[in-house]
């Protein structure tokens, strides 16, 4: 949940406060996602580091959750799901693909019709709602917690389960 550019800070402090079992899959965390390899130390100490596999303005989702959009991909994986369950065949005809394209179709006008006509998109429940708004109001919130590790547990304590 915190800025791109406060993550490399985060992850020190956690790497700081992390216990010794945990420390491997921290080092491998900060190389793969956040600082990258250690290439060479310069004299001075200084370290010269390739480019992380993955970039953390890539992963990090803070940006999503300050736009109100969804900081999971559960939606596409059930989308996924329901469209690999045609009919329960490996292979499946082209005209079965496009009678279930054309179903989805239907399936997706009817949600937008129904969005429209005021009813809430997706119903989830009542304490979902309340953490993810007290997770957004802490996003928002971020100058309220100084200390980047109490802003991270202040999140932890708040994203749902």
């Given at each position: 949940m915190a800025d791109p550019e406060e993550i490399p800070e985060a992850c020190d402090e956690i790497k700081e406060n992390i216990s010794i079992e945990a420390a491997e899959l921290a080092?491998?965390?900060?190389?793969?996602?956040?600082?990258g390899k250690v290439g060479r130390r310069l004299r001075n100490g200084t370290c010269l580091r390739s480019p992380s596999m993955f970039p953390t303005n890539l992963w990090s989702v803070r940006h999503y959750v300050l736009n109100g959009f969804p900081r999971t991909q559960n939606n596409v994986e059930a989308w996924h799901s329901r469209w690999e369950n045609l009919d329960g065949r490996a292979h499946v005809g082209v005209h079965r693909i496009i009678d279930e394209i054309r179903n989805e179709q239907r399936i997706v006008e009817n949600h937008c019709e129904r969005i429209r006509c005021g009813e809430q998109a997706i119903k989830r429940r009542q304490g979902r709602i309340r953490r993810e708004e007290k997770l957004e109001e802490i996003i928002n919130d971020r100058v309220s917690h100084p200390a980047i590790m109490d802003y991270l547990i202040a999140t932890a304590f708040n994203l749902p389960t």
């Open positions: 080092e491998w965390f900060d190389t793969t996602f956040v600082r």
